[in-house]
């Protein structure tokens, strides 16, 4: 039993069982014991790896996208370009290099990092020495008095979820309850959440949806600054439009496990609910959901992936064209993952993304 498993298991004997977005944000963000608060989790070292670590490519289509959107927008400065969960720092520095030669942008534009790891902060100012750069706790301490043109990769799939069972004509919370000093999943007593009442038409009994009430919240915020100042959001994650099933999992070591096995030993993460996300963000506009393989494809990785190939040869070559397989494929990450983007109603949506 792992040190916040203890402290888990005790705190359900003394006050009840625990919701999963308590126990997600317990095992993730525990100030000394949490999973992102000890390690750096990313790369062939740590338990999962994301796309800006597959290639450079991802990170400088995604800059070459939003600096676009700030051209087409009037260039407008001062600006600030922020990036939520930035891990190590890879994606920002891909999206800064891919833009220097865009006149103007690096002139207007101010770097703004929402991260509340500390080992990942140290990471990230490594990765980026040199850059004048701004760390926040949270997505309300940016500036809300700019234009904000924002990217999250991989951050929503962490935000602490809920999870209901259908019952009837209303839901049972599963919760993780302690049972013969072992955590479990149990139910709670009938409930009749608010925010699932329009949810009966499409359920049936046994159904679960799963709700991401600070993921809305995070939401509702870029929404409102893009909607009042300007700018652009690219949302990219797992998930779908509408949140239906059990998503909750764990991965440890690059392979599934357990979500309730040695908590604060691996990264837990939930399918994002895009619908959720673009109603929460309204009144900024939302493109339609797109598969990041056809958004990459869009903004011309295929052309990228051949001029770097020229310079390459042998396993080099063959892994950077690998590299791009996974980004793209329809059976790597290519539909798996999609783009939800957000921009000011009555303009035009970030490249590669349809109204």
């Known amino acids: 039993m792992t040190a916040l498993e203890r402290h888990i298991a005790a705190r359900i004997a003394a006050t009840g069982p625990m919701s999963l977005a308590d126990y997600m944000a317990t095992c993730l963000m525990h100030p000394e014991l949490g999973y992102y608060a000890t390690r750096d989790p990313f790369g062939t070292t740590g338990d999962f790896t994301t796309a800006p670590e597959i290639s450079q490519m991802f990170g400088e289509l995604i800059g070459l996208c939003l600096a676009q959107t700030w051209l087409d927008q009037g260039r407008p400065a001062p600006c600030v370009l922020a990036e939520l969960g ?13 833009t220097k030669g865009v006149p103007g942008f690096h002139d207007a534009m101010a770097v703004h990092l929402v991260e509340t790891s500390p080992v990942l902060r140290e990471v990230q100012a490594q990765t980026l020495k040199g850059r004048d750069v701004t760390w926040h706790d ?7 008095d700019k234009p904000l043109y924002l990217v999250a990769n991989e951050f929503f799939d962490a935000l602490p979820i809920r999870q209901f069972q259908r019952e009837g004509s209303g839901w049972r919370e599963r919760l993780v309850v302690l049972r013969e000093e072992a955590l479990t999943l149990g139910l709670g007593a009938p409930v009749v959440p608010p925010d699932l009442t329009d949810r009966l038409a499409d359920t049936s009994d046994g159904d679960i949806v799963e709700t991401c009430a600070p993921g809305q919240a995070i939401a509702h915020e870029i929404g409102a600054r893009i909607a009042a100042r300007g700018g652009a959001a690219l949302i990219v994650d797992y ?10 999992q764990a991965v440890r070591g690059h392979a599934p496990a357990d979500p309730l096995d040695a908590p604060g030993e691996a990264d837990l993460t939930a399918h994002v609910d895009f619908e959720a996300l673009a109603r929460a963000a309204s009144p900024a ?5 797109t598969p990041q393989g056809t958004l990459l494809q869009r903004l011309g990785i295929e052309a990228r992936a051949a001029t770097l190939a020229r310079n390459l040869n042998g396993a080099e070559r063959e892994s ?10 329809a059976e790597e990450m290519g539909t798996v993952f999609k783009v939800l983007g957000l921009y ?12």
Do not use: K
């Not at 949270?138 to 809300?144: A, F, H, M, Q, R």
């Not at 506009?285 to 959901?289: G, N, S, V």
């Open 239 to 248: 998930g779908g439009w509408r949140s239906l099933g059990d998503t909750f």
């Open 138 to 144: 949270g997505v309300e301490d940016l500036p809300d």
């Open 86 to 98: 930035p891990g190590r720092g890879t994606l920002m520095a891909d999206i800064l290099r891919a």
């Open 344 to 355: 000011p109603s009555g303009t035009a949506p970030p490249p590669g993304l349809d109204p």
């Open 320 to 329: 950077h064209l690998a590299a791009y397989r996974r980004l793209t494929d």
């Open 285 to 289: 506009a939302h493109a339609q959901l």
